[in-house]
């Protein structure tokens, strides 16, 4: 991690109406790994309140919190993904009329 002073002016587009919580759900199914449950948060008096929230309610589990601002967009303020989240599992689904194409 690299540190520096900051003396860019910036805007303060104020607080977030919104915060975005990700609990993310260990699964054990053959093609699936993890599930996620999202939750809305408004209202909040602060980002550490909202941290406090998403810690106690994903308990264990791997948790994110996003602030939306004013566009839409979602900025990741806190947390992480399970590190096997993003891993892509390939099943090949092949229909009757298939049956008779030679295994490549």
Do not use: K, N
């Not at 929230?53 to 004013?70: K, L, M, N, Q, T």
């Amino acid at each position: 991690m690299d540190v520096s002073a900051c003396f860019d002016p910036y805007r303060d587009i104020g607080s977030p109406a919104r915060y975005l919580v990700r609990v993310w759900v260990p699964v054990e199914r053959p093609h699936e790994r993890w599930r996620t449950s999202d939750w809305w948060l408004t209202e909040a008096d602060s980002v550490a309140e909202v941290i406090g929230w998403a810690r106690e309610r994903a308990g264990a589990d791997p948790s994110e919190v996003f602030a939306e601002i004013p566009d839409g967009t979602l900025l990741l303020l806190w947390g992480a993904a399970p590190g096997d989240a993003s891993q892509t599992v390939t099943v090949t689904l092949w229909g009757d009329e298939d049956r008779d194409v030679p295994p490549a």
